[in-house]
């Protein structure tokens, strides 16, 4: 007779340090869940791991825990914002106010800024939690003119990496290091993108 695959669920051991050595959290992160290799985990017991329930979100976390994994929350949003920013204000110097040198280096900023986080972007994935967000909610406010757009998404750059500079200092003193390298070099650009500004009002 053929023998047929059993239809139950087994068990998955897991040693409770298995995931220390990820660099992403430590072992008790992943008590609720995390994502690997497309499966959920969630550990049962004190060493053991099933395949199955959803992650739960950092805010339903405790202690330390949510702390730790609150500062990743964080990261992730000022990252995002900061990429985001710097995007519109490159479109803008490629396609409105073609300026190749000034839209070359804030796309080298950019591009440096995502190198920067890269190995760390799994761990802000899995920290991301939208739905607990009231910034998400908040109502947008009209932008008066072109000049009044650039300046407030270059704003929002500065803000973002110096948020990104301090608690990137949690992670790493080298990544504070990396991040505040950027943020001066934003600011660097800043002087040409309000002089470009200028020189736009005074060719209208």
Do not use: W
Request: aromatic letters at 10%; a positive charge; charged letters at 35%.
């Amino acid at each position: 007779m053929r023998k047929t695959l059993s239809s139950k669920v087994k068990t998955r051991i897991v040693p409770r340090n298995f995931f220390i050595n990820t660099q992403i959290y430590p072992a008790p992160f992943f008590r609720n869940g995390c994502s690997k290799m497309g499966k959920e985990f969630r550990t049962a017991g004190e060493g053991s791991a099933h395949f199955g329930d959803e992650p739960r979100p950092c805010t339903q976390e405790r202690g330390e825990l949510k702390e730790r994994c609150g500062v990743y929350r964080l990261l992730d949003a000022n990252f995002n914002r900061a990429r985001e920013g710097l995007r519109v204000v490159e479109d803008i110097f490629r396609f409105v106010l073609p300026n190749d040198r000034i839209a070359r280096e804030l796309k080298k900023i950019r591009l440096d800024l995502s190198r920067t986080i890269e190995k760390m972007y799994p761990k802000l994935i899995q920290a991301r939690d939208i739905h607990s967000d009231f910034g998400a909610k908040t109502k947008e406010k009209r932008r008066k003119n072109l000049e009044n757009l650039v300046l407030a998404n270059f704003s929002s750059v500065q803000e973002a990496l110096r948020v990104l500079e301090e608690f990137g200092k949690i992670v790493s003193i080298s990544l504070g290091d990396r991040f505040k390298k950027l943020r001066f070099r934003v600011y660097a650009l800043e002087k040409d993108i309000f002089f470009a500004l200028k020189d736009n009002e005074l060719a209208e």
